[in-house]
């Protein structure tokens, strides 16, 4: 099975043969993103869950864009952050439900006892890119607060 990377540059080699614009700038924004990262860890190569991280800032990048062009009033930008949303979506790992989220939680607690960064780092670990870290934090507030 081909890594992220090799599939990230499989995609971008048949969106530029097919003249796919967007998704070959999306794919190309990956590819440098995932390159300032290698250099910057000294590195030739950058393991699945790093490239998975990498495109799940990019997501968050685009929702924060989305949500900015929406206040904003500017449609096209709208279009174009969903669209380039879509495909970003296609790199990472299914997102856990609330009900996979709420266990995790629940098993850090056993392990970690009540330490809400504790809690976070456990959870965050083995989510792995699928799930988001408001989502996690916003569940583990709400446990603590509803006591052990």
Not at 50 to 65: L, Y
Not at 117 to 131: D, F, N, S
């Amino acid at each position: 099975m081909p890594t992220l990377t090799e599939r990230l540059d499989t995609d971008y080699k048949t969106a530029l043969k097919a003249g796919q614009r967007l998704r070959v700038d999306t794919v190309r924004m990956i590819k440098a993103s995932i390159q300032r990262v290698a250099m910057e860890k000294r590195k030739d190569t950058l393991t699945d869950p790093e490239v998975v991280q990498i495109v799940s800032q990019q997501a968050k990048q685009r929702h924060e864009t989305l949500a900015a062009a929406e206040k904003a009033g500017r449609q096209d930008m709208v279009d174009q952050a969903k669209a380039e949303l879509a495909m970003l979506q296609e790199y990472l790992p299914a997102q856990l439900t609330p009900d996979a989220i709420k266990a995790l939680v629940e098993e850090a607690i056993k392990e970690v006892g009540l330490n809400q960064g504790l809690i976070m780092k456990a959870v965050m670990a083995k989510t792995a890119g699928a799930a988001d870290g408001k989502v996690v934090s916003q569940m583990v507030a709400e446990r603590l607060k509803a006591g052990a």
